[in-house]
């Protein structure tokens, strides 16, 4: 019986942390005073005082980004580090 309910957290536990694969959130950084999108649920606290998400696409994050007051339009550098392309 213990086996079976240790086996049953592992799997719940498994299957959570895979549900947010794919996700993308907006981060608003007070220290660098701009927003970044990443893949993992932020922690609101220090530096990070707001978080938006999730949502399913980069695409779908970066109109969000762009429609959020306190976010600065991001330059095409940071554009073009987003995609991974250099």
């Known amino acids: ?9 592992l799997l ?8 947010a694969d794919g ?14 999108i ?11 005082w707001f978080g938006d998400g999730p949502y399913k696409s980069m695409a779908d994050a970066r109109l969000a980004r762009s429609t959020i007051r306190a976010c600065p339009a991001p330059t095409p550098d940071e554009e073009k580090g987003e995609d991974g392309s250099n």
Do not use: E, H, Q
């Open 38 to 48: 990443v893949t993992s649920n932020p922690v609101i606290i220090g530096d990070i």
């Open 23 to 36: 996700l993308f959130w907006v981060v608003g950084n007070r220290a660098t005073g701009k927003c970044n």
């Open 12 to 19: 719940l536990a498994s299957g959570t942390s895979s549900f």
């Open 1 to 9: 019986m213990k086996r079976l309910i240790f086996v049953a957290v």
